[in-house]
Nanobody
Framework: QVRLVESGGGLVQPGGSLRLSCAAS????????MSWYRQAPGKERGLVAF????????HYAGSVKGRFTISRDNAKNTVYLQMNSLKPEDTAVYYC?????????WGQGTQVTVSS
């Protein structure tokens, strides 16, 4: 059974930083791409960042490019999202996701609130 567990969210002031973690189990982690999504109140869930299985290829939403960095540690079965220069509009629940055997697997989400 694939399981994804996010952590690291919280309240941060504008301009601050947070690092989110997503611990994966139940899959051969190193062979699967991983993604971070976010959903703000009243908005649809959207892709924030993607990292390929080998870790060499990444993709970012335009709104976070240059501020967020996705990375993975295959030895720890964990994907990270380093978020710098946070803005109030980054406030959302952040989810990690993977696709195994054509099925989407999501974590429970972690709340990020950017406010002074």
């Amino acid at each position: 059974q694939v399981r994804l567990v996010e952590s690291g969210g919280g309240l941060v002031q504008p301009g601050g930083s947070l690092r989110l973690s997503c611990a994966a189990s139940g899959l051969t982690f190193s062979t699967y791409a991983m993604s971070w999504y976010r959903q703000a109140p009243g908005k649809e869930r959207g892709l924030v960042a993607f990292i390929a299985a080998a870790g060499g290829s990444t993709h970012y939403a335009g709104s976070v490019k240059g501020r967020f960095t996705i990375s993975r540690d295959n030895a720890k079965n964990t994907v990270y999202l380093q978020m710098n220069s946070l803005k109030p509009e980054d406030t959302a629940v952040y989810y990690c996701k993977t696709v195994v055997g054509g099925n989407d697997y999501w974590g429970q989400g972690t709340q990020v609130t950017v406010s002074s």
